[in-house]
Every structure is written in structure tokens, then in C-alpha cells.
């Protein structure tokens, strides 16, 4: 695969992956800001069911264009993968794009669990505590390790022009942070600012290597 295939790959399905992220952003807007987040955190088990309940179509909507995105978004990386490997930071990359990979396996999973949670409830069974509060913990990990492996790639990205400076320093101290931040002092405000960071984040990845391949 020549290095121009790999930059329009690239930035193909980081732009993809952005419009996931403005489409489930678009439902959460027009639905009273419901999000697949809402059901990541541990809650009184009948709010909790009540909820699931309230909004299951734009949840659906919300689910399906996640699995999407997780598809588009996996790609993104693993072409960014190829684009910046070379032999010094061969380590960096690999242990990174794991990190990426665990944090898709474990969205995925997060996904079918409320999918199976939503269905649950529209049967009339008893969703468990223990099975919220079991989501709550690996929905914490699949984030984190999202956030170990952009802190790690960013060391890998390009930085010749302002946007690729820019993509570079809001992974180190702008996602990264704010990420934690969203679980050790939750506020509504974080959690829309880590998923704005990373909507502008794909946006830009997607622009710095759409004006590489026009170049190359």
C-alpha cells in the first residue's frame, strides 16, 4: 500500500468517524441530551430502568451510530498506524494502537451490555445492581485506555504545520485531563468537553493528512 493510499484512508475514515460523533451528538441535542454515557454510571436500579426505558429510541440511534463510529475509528488508527511507524518509535505505536484496539473491544461490549440492559427492561425482568455497577468499572477502563493510547501516539504525530502542533498538545493536556477529570470530579461540562475535544480531534487528524496526501 503506497504512502498516498494510506494518508486518504486515513483521512477518510477519520472524517467518518467525526460524523459519527456529530450524528450522536445531533440525537442527544434533539432528545433532552440523552447519552449511552447516562447508563455507563452507577444509579438507583428503578431511575435507572426508568431511564433506559424513557428513551429507547434515541438510544437505539445512538448505538447504532457508535458502532459505526467504532468501526470508522478503529480504521482511522490503524492507518495512522502505518502512516507514522518507523524504526525508532516502533514500541510507542504498538503499545498505543493496543490500547486503541482494547479500548474498541470494550466499547463494543459497553454497547451490547445497554442494548441488552434496554432489552431486559422492555421485557419487565429486573436489571441487577451488581450488572450496573460491573458497567460503571469497564466503562472507566475502555475511556482510560483510550487515553493511554492517544497520549502515546500523539508523541508519534506529525507537527511541521500549526494543526499538527495543535492535534499534538490537545491529546497531552487537553484529552487527557479533562478524561480524567470527567471521573474524579464528574461535572455535566466535562463530559461535553472531552466529546468535543474528540470530535475536533478527528476532524483535524482527518484535515492534517487530507492536505499531506494533496502534497505528497
Known sequence: MSQ??????LYITAFAAALMLAAMLAVSLFNGGV???DFELVNDVDAYTREILATE????????FDNLFLVFYTAAFLFLAMAVKDERNGLIVYVGLGAVLLTTYLDLLENHDILTQLITALHGLPIA???IQERMVWSQLKFH???LGFFLLAFTLPKDTF???LLRW?????YLPIGILVYTFPHPA???LRYLLMLAGFLILGWNYYVRDTRS
Open 4 to 9: 498516498s493510499q494510506i494518508y486518504k484512508y
Open 35 to 37: 447519552t449511552a454515557q
Open 57 to 64: 429510541r434515541p438510544l437505539r440511534l445512538i448505538l447504532t
Open 129 to 131: 445492581l451488581a450488572d
Open 145 to 147: 485506555s483510550s487515553y
Open 163 to 165: 494543526l499538527e502542533k
Open 170 to 174: 490537545s491529546l497531552w493536556l487537553g
Open 190 to 192: 466535562l463530559g461535553l
